[in-house]
C-alpha cells in the first residue's frame, strides 16, 4: 500500500518537502468492512487549509497523517452486507492506494450512468458548490449579470454555465488565452477577462457594461479588487473560495479596504454570504438528478486535468495553487 502523508506543515507554498510517500502493509478489513483501491483522487484547494494548523472551518490534519481526499474506488473485498467485490463507490479515502472502510459515507456510484471520474467534479463536491452556492445565495435572474474567477476550473465553470441557464449574462475570470479561450469559445460565457492582463481592471469593467448582479467569489485579492467598483445596487456575492490568499503568510497586505467594504455594502445593499458546500447537503439529489439531465443535454460542458500516478500529487498540488491545471484536477492512482 502506498501512502502520501503530511511531513511538514507548509509556510507560505508548500513545497514537495512538505509530504511524504510511504509503504505500508496492506490494510485488512475487518467483520462489516471493505477494502477499496483507489482509482481516482480528487485534489482540492481546500486541502492547502487541512495542512495548516491555523484554525478553520474543519480541524487540520496531524503530521505523519495521511493527506485527505475524495477517491472513487473499487470494492476488491468486502465483508460488509451492502457492498459486493467489483462495486464502485465514491468515498474519501485520501491519499493512497488501498484503504478500509466501514461503509460509513460510501457512495455506490454507476459507471455506465457517467464517466466516473465526474463523481469527483462536475457531478460531485465542486459541482454540488457551483450549484448549491450560486441558486442559494446568488439567485440570478435573467438579463443579470455573473461575474466567476477560477472560471475553466470545476466550480467557475460550472457557475457560469448554470447562470446561463438561468437567462443571466455570464463573464468568466481566467489566467491565460488557453483557458480564456476555452471558456468563451467551449463554455460558451458571454465574455471573458484574463487577469493576469496589465489592463485587467479596465477590460473587466467593459465586459460588464450594466455593472455586476452577482459575483461568486473563488480567489479574492487584485481579482476582488477589480470587481468591487462594479457591483450594482442588491448584489448578491456567494464567497466560496479566496484562493488567491491561501498561501499568504502574515499580515494581508494593505491599505485597509475594509472600511470601503462596509460603505458599498450599506450604500448599495449588497448582500455579502460565505458558505461551505456541506451546508446545502439537502439539495444534493436535486442537483444530482438537474445537473446530469444538463450534462446529457449538452447544457453543461466539463473538463478534466488527469495527472497519472499517486507520486504526482505532491506537485499537481502545489500546481493547483498557482493556476496550473487546466480543469477539474484528478490523480489517476490504480485500475479498476
Ligand atoms: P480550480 O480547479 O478552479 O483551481 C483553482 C484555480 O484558481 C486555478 O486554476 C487558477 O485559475 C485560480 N487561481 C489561483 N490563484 C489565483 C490568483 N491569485 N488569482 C486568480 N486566480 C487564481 O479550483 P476549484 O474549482 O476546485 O475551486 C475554486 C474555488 O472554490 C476555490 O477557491 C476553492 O477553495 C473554492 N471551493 C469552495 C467550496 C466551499 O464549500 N465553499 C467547495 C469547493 C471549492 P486561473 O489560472 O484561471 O487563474
Redesign the pocket.
Known sequence: NRRIVLAARPEGRPTPENFRAEDTAAPEPGEGELLLKVLYLSL???MRGRMSAAKSYAAPLGLGEVMLGGTVAQVVRSRHPDYAEGDHVLSFSGWQSYAVSNGEGLRKLDPSAAPLTTALGVLG??GF?AYSGLFTIGRPQPGETVVV????????ATVGQLARIKGARAVGI???PD?CAYVRDELGFDAVVD?RAPDFAERLKEACPKGVDVYFE??G?A?WDAVFPLFNDFARIPV?????QYNSTGEFPGPDRLPGVMRDVLSKSLTLRG???HEFVRQFPDFHREMSAWIREGRVRYREDIVDGLDRAPEALIG??D?R?FG??IVKVGES
Open positions: 482540492d484547494p481546500y463536491m465542486p458548490t474567477a477560477a472560471a475553466s476550473g470545476p466550480v467557475g481566467a489566467g491565460g483557458k487577469h473563488n480567489v485579492g481579482v466560496c473560495g479566496l484562493i488567491a458558505f461551505i458546500q493547483l495553487l493556476g491545471n477539474k484536477l
